[in-house]
């Protein structure tokens, strides 16, 4: 992190988004309180209602108490936060709206910077970026219009496009007014203090890193589960579904943190150079193997579901047995399992060792009773368990598995960061290590591509809300 915070305006494109009631505003308000942003700092949001600014700060302050009750702690410094918000009516369709928006951008005096650094941020369905982003270039205010100095930085939620060719298209746009390096894709995922801490337990422990390997390693399990279904996201989510939902973005970064190589050192670039490679490996799943390597479901209830189609066949789980295609992890199965309405809402990585070649203990199928295991349990625990066998107590040699746990609460009184203060800050901060870069995204898709090619026509099987989804013995 750089050691002095600059001045900078962050234009919100989605003020009265659900995301920016639930974690920007609070997220924003209480890095301001911790003294990480600088001393001269403003918000412009930008909707299409008409809100004098006043209005619009009683209405942050609002949704605050209702979505994180306990973040406004001090009144005063609360106050102090507010003068900094303002508010911008724009029809997103209108250039002469974007020009309005310049002229408040521009309209300070007194605190150098505010008009220089411009963070634009996205909260807006994936429909608008590329309208939003051609009518920024057009008003000047694009990251390749630098009039007045300083940086330029825009940060887009997922989905990033619906497929490979959207996404691809979604890239011309956005590129022709924002370059690479200005360019933050946002998962949240990847802001985690568990997800970061993977880079951590893979590169500085010698007990793990040698046996990080086809030679050693028998499988992983990705595990993405919730225990809720669609609530009120029904016209999204039946067009989406949930390989492109999850899958594609979420799962899939989670294998490649597991399985990327040693970057050279801990740039950016080098990080997400290991992490596109181990994307780019991935074997494409065709029409001949879809039968082994991907199960569909769907809850039961799922088409009775607000604004979703009587006869739709839009997962709302998916399993996916994954090999990656290099020297390392030949032949090793990596499972990413994700679903709706299953039994509990749990993300964790289970690395399975492959067994001794002899066993002593008992007979040769017990071993995976006992098998060793890493198991990195994302949310909503965030625990690091070792499994490996021991001899219960008694006259008899049996072994059963027990486990040794880290628990980050347990063993840090300092509270990590939330996903969204970590990935603001590192966004203000121009380090795009947890950001995910287009070639990334790219693959990811052509991926997932290749997957609902082989599914055209296949109706995923039913599942009862509360289970673990339909069956998923998949073969290699």
Known sequence: MQDEPVNFTMVLFGANSDLAARKLYPSFY?????????????????????????????????????????????????ASFCLRLFYVQVDLEKIEDYHSLQREIMHVSGEPGLCSHLLFYLSTPPA?????????????LGGKNMECGGWRKI????????????AREL?????????????????????KETVQNILVFRFSNGIFEPLWNRNHIARVDITIAENFGIRDRGAFY????????????HGLQLLASVAMEPPVDLSADAVRDEKAKVLRSIRRITSRTIEQSVVIGQYDGYRSERHVAADSRTETFAAVNFFVDNWRWKGVPFLIRAGKNLAETVTEIVI????????????????????NQVILRIQPEETIAIRFGAKRPGESVITDPVYMKFDYRGSFSQPGMTPYHRLLLDA????????????????????????RDALSGRVPDSYSVGSWGPPTDLQG
Request: aromatic share 10%.
């Open 30 to 78: 209480q890095l301001a309180r911790w003294g990480h942003l600088s001393g001269a700092y403003r918000i412009i949001a930008v909707g299409r209602g008409d809100l004098s600014h006043e209005a619009f700060r009683t209405q942050v302050r609002e949704k605050i108490l209702l979505f994180s009750p306990g973040t406004i702690d001090d009144e005063e410094h609360f």
């Open 128 to 140: 608008l970026a590329p309208v939003i982003v051609r009518n920024l270039r057009e008003a000047g």
């Open 155 to 166: 940060v887009v939620e997922k989905p990033y496009g619906t497929d490979l060719h959207s």
């Open 171 to 191: 890239n011309t746009e956005i590129g022709s007014a924002f370059s690479e390096e200005q360019i933050f894709r946002i998962d949240h995922y990847l802001g």
């Open 238 to 249: 039946d067009q989406t579904g949930l390989l492109r939902d999850i899958v594609q973005n």
């Open 352 to 371: 399975t060792f492959a067994c001794p070649p002899q066993n002593f203990f008992g007979p040769a199928e017990s071993c995976s009773y006992t098998a």
């Open 428 to 451: 203000l901060d121009g380090d795009q290590m947890n950001f995910i870069r287009q070639d990334s995204v790219e693959y990811s898709w052509a991926i997932i591509d290749a997957i």
